[in-house]
């Protein structure tokens, strides 16, 4: 009876039936959310069923055209919210009540727009192309699938749908943007075309500067307006000393001032802008800047750099809101996308 017991107190043992708990638990967990979420589905259907009933067409039609509008209003509260999965399920039953084609291209559209913002991009797309065989002159679905394309680095196809929008209209901003992208992304040579970018649309200084100063310094030094530098104030701080032009450095004031209190340079004492003037006082390695993005268009702020505002989709440079930080340890760096 001993050795049986001492059988059992062998910690192998006991780490046997702790892995077999931990299934146990989580295979009825698995099944059970399973369970309530068919459920759900299910009553969704059935609720929708409801008003499938024979009855007098035209009473039928009122009652379903009533319905579909509070479902609408549901589903777009369930999207706010943040939950996607039943909004999604009442425009899936939605799309099948629908027999209107304007009704069910702005359903397919919510849908659309729904997996594009949580990242389900190749259902997204699957379904704006859809939309597009219907209604191919539809504005609103041709933007979302050229950013689609953007995402999926699919630039040849992205100028496809750049063409097709410029028949319709675009803003100029919107679709020289892609025509930059589609030079810096494939690493072009042709630094002339993306300075007459640059100079044609102001608002996209970071997505063309971003490229030059990375490969082709002394022309991004030679092309830059001086007005603009304020929207790369992160890509000039992290620059490195080699490509810095400090005989352009010394002409401007924003520069002397950005290097100054970065420590290049000791040419400027003070600054009207806090957080360099607070840097230019300390002269020390206790504070470094780090930066905040702000959309010009939506006013969202984010913490990580971007040239397509993750938010509205706007493509206009955003504003570099400077903030005071510990100073890194060297072998650190900072990361932006």
Request: net charge neutral.
């Amino acid at each position: 009876m001993d050795n049986f017991l001492i059988e059992y107190r062998d910690p192998l043992f006991g780490i046997l039936i702790f892995f077999i708990l931990v299934f146990i638990v989580s295979f009825f967990s698995y099944w059970w959310a399973y369970y309530k979420r068919k459920e759900q589905e299910s009553e969704i259907s059935k609720f929708f069923s409801k008003f499938e009933e024979n009855a007098d067409e035209e009473i039928l039609n009122i009652q379903k055209t009533d319905t579909k509008k509070a479902f609408l209003l549901l589903a777009n509260a369930f999207e706010k919210s943040g939950d996607f999965e039943k909004a999604i399920a009442i425009y899936l039953n939605l799309s099948k009540l629908s027999k209107d084609s304007f009704e069910k291209e702005e359903i397919l559209k919510r849908l659309g727009f729904i997996y594009f913002k949580i990242g389900f991009l190749e259902k997204s797309k699957e379904i704006f192309i859809k939309t597009l065989k219907f209604f191919p002159r539809d504005k609103e679905s041709l933007k979302y699938l050229m950013v689609i394309y953007e995402k999926l680095q699919q630039y040849d196809k992205a100028i496809e749908i750049l063409e097709s929008l410029e028949e319709l209209g675009i803003e100029k901003y919107e679709s020289e943007y892609i025509k930059a992208l589609y030079l810096v992304k494939n690493s072009t040579s042709d630094t002339d075309k993306l300075i007459n970018i640059y100079n044609e649309c102001n608002e996209l200084v970071r997505v063309v500067f971003k490229y030059l100063f990375d490969y082709y310094p002394q022309i991004a030094w030679k092309n830059i307006k001086s007005k603009d530098l304020i929207y790369i104030s992160d890509i000039l701080w992290h620059l490195p000393f080699e490509k810095i032009d400090f005989k352009y450095v010394k002409k401007d004031q924003f520069l002397s001032e950005l290097y100054s209190a970065k420590g290049y340079i000791d040419t400027k004492k003070s600054s009207k802008i806090f957080e360099l003037n607070v840097l230019l006082n300390l002269k020390n390695d206790i504070a470094d800047l780090d930066f905040e993005y702000l959309c010009n268009e939506c006013k969202s702020i984010f913490p990580i750099s971007f040239t397509r505002c993750p938010n509205c989709l706007s493509p206009k440079s955003p504003t570099v809101e400077f903030i005071l930080t510990k100073k890194r340890a060297i072998n650190e760096e900072n990361i932006s996308i």
